[in-house]
């Protein structure tokens, strides 16, 4: 049995907050694909895992990284539109 893991592309914002997210999200893959690894290697070939327990994980781990990734875009949405905000001032702008 042949497992390939795809992972999107995933571009991180310049903030620091990002960039450890980023990193523990690595650090996350790396940890989670050496476990499936070592539980491939380990196994009882006289009584070997379901197939699709494994893709069950890959597809968890697949939604992990999607969550990490929209909380990075959110992130650096935001202090986009308060960089815009802080440029234009508009808290100052008054009603008649």
């Known amino acids: 049995m042949s497992i390939s893991l795809v992972t999107p592309n995933v571009t991180a914002p310049a903030a620091a907050s990002s960039t ?12 989670f694909l050496q476990l499936l690894v070592a539980q491939l290697q380990n196994q009882d070939p006289m009584n070997p895992a379901d ?6 994980q890959l597809a968890q781990m697949q939604q992990v990284e999607q969550s990490i990734s929209s909380g990075q875009d959110l992130t650096a949405i935001r202090q986009d539109v308060d960089q815009y905000l802080a440029s234009t001032n508009t808290g100052s702008v008054s009603q008649s």
């Open 51 to 56: 197939g699709t327990q494994f893709v069950s």
């Open 20 to 31: 450890s997210s980023t990193a523990a999200s690595t650090n996350y893959q790396t940890m």
